[in-house]
């Protein structure tokens, strides 16, 4: 399961970023439309890949190579549509911090009838230790 969190963060960022953009674009600042039109398409890529390898169910059990590939198109995309997305907002002098934060203590806390919490003791945790070097804790929004 682990291995859906890079692709899982990879489309986090750009989503935030596109929050980021559109509130930008209501402030009045002209986003080039070409480039976030195309870093739209590559984040919806990224995002169609991530949903299957999840309603898939089962992360590549009876095909690791091919959900691995999936993954793999997953990250890049959405890193090549947040690339985009950084320099359509540059251009549009919008400046953008290094961490995107991420909030999910918003998408994560008070969940459903049953106003669910965060389990951090339930959290897939990235077994090698790279995921905390491109995604950092401060950055999640989570309360530990």
């Given at each position: 399961?682990?291995?859906?969190n890079?692709?899982?963060y990879?489309?986090a960022w750009?989503?935030?970023?596109?929050?980021?953009?559109?509130?930008?674009?209501?402030?009045?600042?002209?986003?080039?439309?070409d480039i976030?039109?195309?870093?739209?398409?590559?984040?919806?890529?990224?995002?169609?890949?991530?949903?299957?390898?999840g309603?898939?169910?089962?992360?590549?059990?009876?095909?690791p190579?091919?959900?691995?590939?999936?993954?793999?198109d997953?990250?890049?995309?959405?890193?090549?549509?947040?690339?985009?997305?950084?320099?359509?907002?540059?251009?549009?002098?919008?400046?953008?911090?290094?961490?995107?934060?991420?909030?999910?203590?918003?998408?994560l806390?008070?969940?459903g009838?049953?106003?669910?919490?965060?389990?951090?003791?339930?959290?897939?945790?990235?077994?090698?230790?790279?995921?905390?070097?491109?995604?950092?804790?401060?950055?999640?929004?989570?309360?530990?």
């Open positions: 399961v682990w291995m859906m890079r692709p899982g990879g489309v750009p989503a935030k970023v596109f929050e980021i953009a559109n509130k930008a674009q209501a402030d009045g600042k002209a986003v080039d439309q976030y039109n195309r870093a739209k398409d590559l984040y919806l890529e990224a995002f169609y890949r991530v949903i299957f390898i309603a898939e169910n089962s992360v590549g059990f009876h095909n190579s091919e959900a691995g590939r999936i993954c793999n997953a990250v890049a995309m959405a890193s090549k549509s947040e690339g985009l997305l950084r320099q359509a907002l540059a251009k549009a002098g919008v400046d953008l911090p290094q961490d995107i934060h991420l909030e999910m203590a918003k998408y806390s008070d969940r009838v049953k106003k669910l919490k965060f389990r951090p003791e339930f959290e897939f945790a990235d077994p090698y230790g790279i995921q905390p070097m491109l995604t950092p804790v401060s950055s999640q929004g989570l309360p530990r």
